[in-house]
């Protein structure tokens, strides 16, 4: 089955630095999501990206936030300046259809682990 | 606003026994409704979705679960677990055609030899 795939599993950065975390959707995929879960809590929503643009995004993600497909494989979150409460485990996630049903296929990545220090 | 509520943080079974983990949601709009599962290392895969139709949905590994309309639910059962089944589980819910899904807490199902 294809997959969704995130690097590194794991990133460890000082407070302050520029973190950029990659992910490689679905080849034929055409919507690209972010969703963080920090230690303990529940999984939340922070963008979502289809035509080379933000379709939607929550309260948490901020000006310190940007989303990018660089290519026609890639799809990168930056956090501009890392604070102590960005750690978190971060999914990437896509999906197929455009229109009704796009939850039916949202494949999600295994995460990437981010510790900031 | 949706909101999704899994009362039970940690549910520990026994081989063979059978398991529901509860899952109640809160929205004012028509909902989508899904079960993920998240192994160990692993990204979140889809269990088994709501979208219309049938209230009791059957998903992968023998899991199932009832979408319950006057009671806000949707609990996931299975009627024998196996040691394989230990994970993560997720609720979530949906209200529409983006990608935005609003997760529960999530419940670590431990089943135990």
């Known amino acids: 089955e294809p997959e969704v795939t995130q690097t590194p599993s794991h990133q460890v950065t000082q407070m302050g630095q520029e973190v950029i975390l990659r992910c490689v959707p679905i080849s034929n995929h055409l919507y690209f999501y972010w969703y963080r879960q920090i230690l303990g809590q529940k999984v939340e929503f922070l963008v979502s990206?289809?035509?080379?643009?933000?379709?939607?995004k929550s309260e948490i993600f901020d000006d310190q936030f940007s989303v990018e497909r660089p290519d026609g494989s890639n799809f990168t979150l930056k956090i501009r300046s890392t604070k102590l409460e960005d750690s978190a485990m971060y999914f990437c996630?896509?999906?197929?259809?455009?229109?009704?049903?796009?939850?039916?296929?949202?494949?999600f990545g295994s995460g990437t682990q981010l510790s900031v220090l | 606003a949706q909101s999704v509520t899994q009362l039970d943080s940690q549910v520990p079974v026994f081989e063979e026994a059978p398991v529901e983990l509860r899952c109640n949601y809160s929205s004012s709009v028509s909902v989508y409704l899904f079960w993920y599962v998240q192994y160990p290392n692993q990204g979140l895969q889809l269990l088994l979705k709501y979208l219309s139709g049938s209230t009791l949905v059957k998903g992968i590994n023998g899991f199932e679960a009832e979408f319950n309309k006057s009671q806000t639910s949707f609990h996931l059962r299975k009627p024998s677990v196996h040691i394989s089944d230990t994970a993560e589980y997720f609720c979530?819910?949906?209200?529409?055609?983006?990608?935005?899904?609003?997760f529960g807490q999530g419940t670590t199902l431990q089943v135990k030899p």
């Open positions: 979530a819910v949906s209200g529409g055609n983006t990608g935005k899904l609003i």
């Open positions: 990206f289809y035509n080379n643009e933000i379709s939607e």
């Open positions: 996630a896509s999906s197929e259809r455009v229109g009704r049903g796009t939850n039916e296929k949202l494949f």
